[in-house]
């Protein structure tokens, strides 16, 4: 069965430039928000990452993400050796709300001697079963 979309999940035009010892990748629509690696599949992975984290940021700093721009819409760079262009998205944190659970006593004892803090444990838990990008802790 066909995952389907996550409509609350953003998409940035990630430009990927050949640099000396591997990959230079860098989204022109957000200032600053920069990575590098190796190889390119470890870029795009990096990418996705700080893409995840200088959201969450911007979330939490309560600034306005900016318009998203497509590909075809940046202006080249002449000084810019570029390998690609591609669309990285990312599910930026929304607000935290009050939830009850019931969950079983061992399982919640075993957490505690594990984890500073259960919603932040169970978060992260969540994020990784889902397979979402765990940028930040909470």
């Not at 930026?92 to 259960?118: F, G, H, Q, S």
Request: proline share 7%.
């Amino acid at each position: 069965m066909p995952k389907e979309p996550d409509m609350d999940k953003i998409y940035y035009t990630a430009i990927i430039e050949q640099a000396d010892t591997g990959f230079g990748v860098f989204f022109p629509d957000l200032p600053g928000c920069v990575t590098a690696a190796d190889t390119l599949t470890e870029a795009i992975a990096n990418a996705e990452a700080v893409l995840s984290l200088h959201l969450n940021g911007m979330a939490q700093d309560a600034v306005a993400f900016p318009k998203p721009r497509l590909p075809t819409q940046i202006e080249a760079d002449p000084e810019v050796e570029e390998v690609a262009r591609v669309m990285i998205g990312a599910l930026p944190e929304t607000e935290k709300i009050r939830v009850n659970v019931i969950i079983e006593r061992n399982l919640l004892n075993a957490i505690d001697a594990v984890a500073r803090n259960r919603s932040s444990f169970l978060a992260e838990a969540a994020r990784a079963r889902l397979g979402l990008v765990t940028a930040a802790k909470d």
